[in-house]
């Protein structure tokens, strides 16, 4: 017996050594998802992000009028009672009218006309922003031939509030390292948004993983020179938010793409209903539960 016992003790403590190890890894693993969503929080909280807008609509042709009183086409917060209108010309451009003496500030100057550019077809510029007060500013955007009023207010309780983002817990299960299978001739995929609008967008390639024995494929868009997943799964519409949720993702390394679902997100539109966002198109709604990542956003009111 005391030949065997000391490899017994010596079995132990490599085990106790091995258990500590994966302690230690999961414990910095949970530390850096935590540490990812605190910076997500704060990158949300900015001045002028999404978290700002107040008000929003789509522009019909001809004038809209805008202000804060009830018969106005776009009820805008905090504005003059009948602001003025915002008028919808033939070829897609806008211009802001004030009424009553009313003025607004543009570049610095109060105005009582301006043309409102939007950020343009790829978000090549900034468009013109009309200040109604310091923190308080109305623009247009545009989304294919739709152009669309959009007021921001820095002061939003939205923002300066912010009641935080529900999430699963976090299981390291779920940072997945997937195949990827780049495509060899050009493809697309079609995403349609909210608002009914659908755009072609070039894919590079496909995510392949597997999960409790299934396999499964995201297939993610480019942005900012990072992969972009727009997916849903059978959460959706119970627990997640149901139109999709974000993923992102560093590029293809050695044909893998590791995929960290504890870092999914809600899509904008989630949060505020101020914004457009796509849909999880068919290539990209799972057939399983993700009990990753964030939950559906509770402070919405829509």
């Not at 132990?12 to 190890?21: D, Q, R």
């Not at 310091?134 to 247009?140: I, M, S």
């Not at 780049?182 to 999960?211: K, M, W, Y």
Request: charged letters at 20%; aromatic letters at 8%; one cysteine or more.
């Amino acid at each position: 017996m005391s030949a065997v016992r000391p490899v017994i003790f010596a079995g132990a403590a490599v085990a106790a050594l091995w258990a500590a190890s994966v302690c230690a890894q999961s414990a910095d693993y949970a530390a850096q998802v935590e540490q990812a969503r605190a910076e997500r929080v704060t990158k949300l909280k900015q001045a002028d992000g999404y978290l700002t807008l107040i008000a929003s609509g789509w522009l019909e042709p001809g004038d809209n009028t805008v202000g804060a009183a009830a018969d106005n086409r776009f009820q805008v917060p905090g504005a003059a009672e009948h602001l003025g209108v915002l008028h919808l010309n033939d070829d897609g451009s806008v211009d802001l009218r004030t009424a009553g003496g009313v003025s607004v500030t543009v570049d610095s100057k109060p105005v009582t006309h301006a043309s409102m550019l939007t950020q343009g077809a790829h978000g090549e510029r900034k468009p013109t922003r009309a200040y109604l007060g310091a923190e308080r500013y109305l623009y247009v955007v545009e989304s294919g031939k739709q152009r669309g009023l959009r007021v921001k207010d820095n002061a939003a309780p939205l923002r300066t509030d912010f009641p935080g983002i529900p999430y699963f817990p976090i299981d390291p299960s779920w940072k997945i390292e997937a195949q990827w299978q780049a495509f060899t001739t050009p493809h697309t995929l079609r995403i349609a948004n909210v608002v009914g609008t659908e755009t072609d967008e070039s894919v590079p390639g496909q995510a392949v993983f597997e999960r409790n024995g299934q396999r499964y494929t995201l297939t993610p868009m480019e942005e900012d020179g990072r992969l972009f997943f727009v997916f849903s799964d059978r959460t959706a519409g119970k627990l997640t938010y149901g139109g999709a949720r974000f993923l992102y993702a560093d590029k293809a390394k050695d044909g893998k793409v590791m995929l960290d679902f504890n870092l999914a997100e809600n899509p904008p539109c989630a949060i505020t209903p101020h914004v457009v966002c796509p849909l999880a198109p068919p290539e990209n709604r799972l057939r399983l539960e993700v009990n990753a990542g964030e939950k559906k956003f509770q402070g919405a009111g829509h």
